[in-house]
């Protein structure tokens, strides 16, 4: 079980950027997939990206080059960074440790954070 806690989150203006941390108790060391995704109110919970042990990353389309997700194995960290920031990502942003990296995310996740708030205005 991997322990998983976000910070970074806060209230930026649109056109802004942030950087998301996720720390992970151990942070996983082969066969991991970490990931980000998000969930506005009254919103289903939308997948942003992955990375996988070996630093291949995917990511949702939608995103259109605007977040990148990266990792710091020495700081057991997962980050998020956050670019060119528009109101419709006002969300909460949850990280989560899976398996096996795959198109569309991360199979077989079995923990997640607790969430951090992201507030754009415009």
């Known amino acids: 079980q991997v322990q998983l806690v976000e910070s970074g989150g806060g209230s930026v203006q649109a056109g802004g950027s942030l950087r998301l941390s996720c720390a992970a108790s151990?942070?996983?060391?082969?066969?991991?997939?970490l990931t980000w995704f998000r969930q506005a109110p009254g919103k289903e919970r939308e997948w942003l990206a992955g990375?996988?042990?070996?630093?291949?990353?995917v990511y949702a389309d939608s995103l259109k080059g605007r977040f990148t997700i990266s990792e710091d194995k020495a700081k057991s960290t997962l980050y998020l960074e956050l670019n060119s920031l528009k109101p419709d990502d006002t969300a909460k942003y949850y990280c989560?440790?899976?398996?096996?990296?795959?198109?569309?995310?991360?199979?077989?996740?079995?923990?997640w954070g607790q969430g951090t708030q992201v507030t754009v205005s415009s």
């Open positions: 151990p942070y996983p060391v082969r066969n991991y997939c």
């Open positions: 989560a440790a899976g398996k096996v990296l795959v198109v569309g995310g991360c199979a077989r996740i079995n923990d």
């Open positions: 990375i996988n042990a070996n630093g291949v990353t």
